[in-house]
């Protein structure tokens, strides 16, 4: 009686049979796209162990050409999958509100980036909690932290958070987030009572205080543009009812969410809540289209 051949199983087939044809031909032209410390071995075995550990691309609904999006969204920006960034599955409005892979960067992207700046010689950051030492001076340029367990005390709860950079001229930046700061982030994310801010909560906090300080650092084009878009990545995708209910949570109110379409800085109106007035048009415009910090003009430190 014939023994039956032994069947090979290559880690190819441990991914959906209709991805295989997709990721073939597409990781030759990825690979044009990573940049120098990153090797197209380290960056393909890094994409398969992504990959593989994500059940639901076996999903009949799932779109699979997210995959390919994602993939070229790490490679052009110098991100390893699993160290650098994740592929996170999403209903998104590009692939007709169907689930699908998006490229999200970690607190380590973020990092990674700032080293790839060539400004920073060290970026971090960390919570502050009960049992800490913690002493800033904004003239004296750096907070001074201690963590509770170097000091032999137990770590109590967290207080809040920071984010700091230091230059090659020894000068630093740093930025504090209150709980509160985080929680207001926290609420704007499209998968914010699941991923990553549910199973790793500390990180996510930590990548929050690090984008916050890294507007210090004179980065690239494209580099400055990786971290505006990680935001807008991180919000494009919220449904309106979830955008409304987020505004009640963050801000205690409930605001028209038609109230800014189609709105310039020329057609904005407002009336003081006091006098009834009209307040100047100009007025109205900086307080409802610029962003936090955008008012204050800040400048970053020398050496920057």
């Given at each position: 009686m014939a023994t039956p051949s032994a069947v090979t199983t290559t880690k190819a087939d441990l991914l959906p049979a209709p991805l295989q044809p997709i990721l073939k031909a597409l990781m030759p032209d990825v690979y044009r796209l990573l940049p120098a410390d990153i090797t197209p071995d380290q960056f393909r075995a890094a994409c398969w162990l992504e990959l593989t550990g994500r059940q639901e691309i076996s999903d009949r609904d799932y779109v699979l050409e997210s995959i390919r999006d994602a993939i070229i969204y790490a490679a052009n920006y110098g991100l390893m999958p699993g160290r650098d960034c994740h592929f996170l599955s999403f209903r998104q409005k590009k692939y007709g509100n169907k689930k699908g892979a998006q490229c999200v960067s970690n607190y380590f992207g973020i990092i990674r980036t700032l080293d790839r700046s060539g400004k920073v010689r060290r970026a971090f950051a960390h919570p502050v909690c009960e049992g800490d030492t913690w002493d800033m001076d904004y003239f004296q340029d750096r907070p001074i932290h201690r963590p509770a367990v170097t000091l032999g005390h137990k770590q109590g709860r967290e207080l809040f958070y920071y984010g700091a950079v230091m230059f090659h001229n020894g000068s630093c930046a740093f930025e504090v987030l209150t709980l509160d700061?985080?929680?207001?982030?926290?609420?704007?994310?499209?998968?914010?009572?699941?991923?990553?801010?549910?199973?790793?909560?500390?990180?996510?906090?930590?990548?929050?205080?690090?984008?916050?300080?890294?507007?210090?650092?004179?980065?690239?084009?494209?580099?400055?543009?990786?971290?505006?878009?990680?935001?807008?990545?991180?919000?494009?995708?919220?449904?309106?009812?979830?955008?409304?209910?987020?505004?009640?949570?963050?801000?205690g109110e409930t605001v028209d969410p038609t109230a800014y379409q189609g709105r310039t800085a020329s057609t904005a109106t407002a009336h003081d809540p006091v006098t009834g007035e009209v307040v100047p048009e100009s007025d109205t415009y900086q307080r409802e289209f610029f962003s936090e910090g955008d008012q204050e003009g800040e400048k970053p430190p020398a050496g920057s």
């Open positions: 700061d985080l929680e207001g982030i926290k609420k704007r994310a499209p998968a914010h009572d699941s991923g990553p801010w549910v199973s790793d909560p500390v990180m996510m906090k930590r990548k929050s205080a690090i984008k916050r300080v890294a507007k210090y650092v004179q980065l690239t084009p494209e580099q400055r543009e990786f971290i505006q878009d990680d935001e807008e990545r991180e919000r494009e995708d919220i449904p309106p009812a979830r955008a409304r209910q987020t505004i009640i949570d963050v801000f």
